[in-house]
């Protein structure tokens, strides 16, 4: 279930290493600017196999920053 949540609560749960972060904009765009510790799992690029690489137990926080 997806839950939203502040700046704040974020980085108390990455600070206590209790989330994984991802962020699922193109490898590019994160290659020029993404948040400290963030994996990149470009949303074009999501399925089974990409995400193989997050830690199946604990909580995952899916950033995408975009502006229209």
Do not use: F
Request: hydrophobic residues 45%.
């Amino acid at each position: 279930m997806a839950t939203r949540i502040d700046n704040d609560a974020l980085r108390s749960l990455l600070d206590r290493g209790d989330v994984q972060l991802v962020e699922v904009l193109p490898a590019e765009e994160y290659e020029e600017e993404h948040l400290p510790g963030a994996i990149s799992l470009p949303i074009k690029q999501l399925d089974a196999s990409t995400a193989a690489v997050l830690d199946r137990a604990r909580p995952v926080v899916v950033y995408c920053w975009d502006y229209i």
